[in-house]
């Protein structure tokens, strides 16, 4: 799988919801993508972006004919005159996919005594 994770800065915060909904009009353009979650900043939660798109494909060839439709072109027109700063990484992942893992059944996820760090 092809893990393909995107963050933008808006020009306009209050603008996130609209990105969100065109983001999400793109996530069964094409074959392949098997998964999808766009977040946006949450009042009390840390963050330096306003939306950020999480999202796995099959393979290189998936990725590829997502970036390349005509649909999600055309999206990523309007987001540009959106967005102040576009930040991205693709890597391959053997992770099962987000909504597979389940912290507390995994053994290697451990909360943390206060003081041992």
């Known amino acids: 799988m092809i893990r393909h994770i995107v963050m933008w800065r808006l020009r306009d915060p209050a603008d996130a919801a609209k990105f969100k909904d065109l983001l999400d009009s793109c996530k069964s353009v094409v074959p392949g993508i098997l998964e999808w979650e766009v977040g946006i900043r ?3 939660l840390e963050a330096s972006m306003d ?3 999480v999202s796995g494909f099959a393979d290189p ?16 027109s309007q987001l540009a005159s959106l967005r102040l ?4 990484l693709d890597y391959p992942s053997q992770a099962p996919g ?11 996820f451990a909360p943390t005594a ?3 760090l």
């Open 98 to 108: 987000l909504a597979d893992v389940d912290l507390a059944q995994d053994l290697s």
């Open 114 to 116: 206060p003081g041992s």
């Open 61 to 76: 060839a998936a990725l590829q004919a997502y970036q390349n439709h005509p649909h999600h072109k055309a999206i990523a």
């Open 51 to 53: 939306v950020v798109l």
């Open 85 to 88: 700063d576009r930040v991205v």
């Open 42 to 44: 949450s009042p009390g």
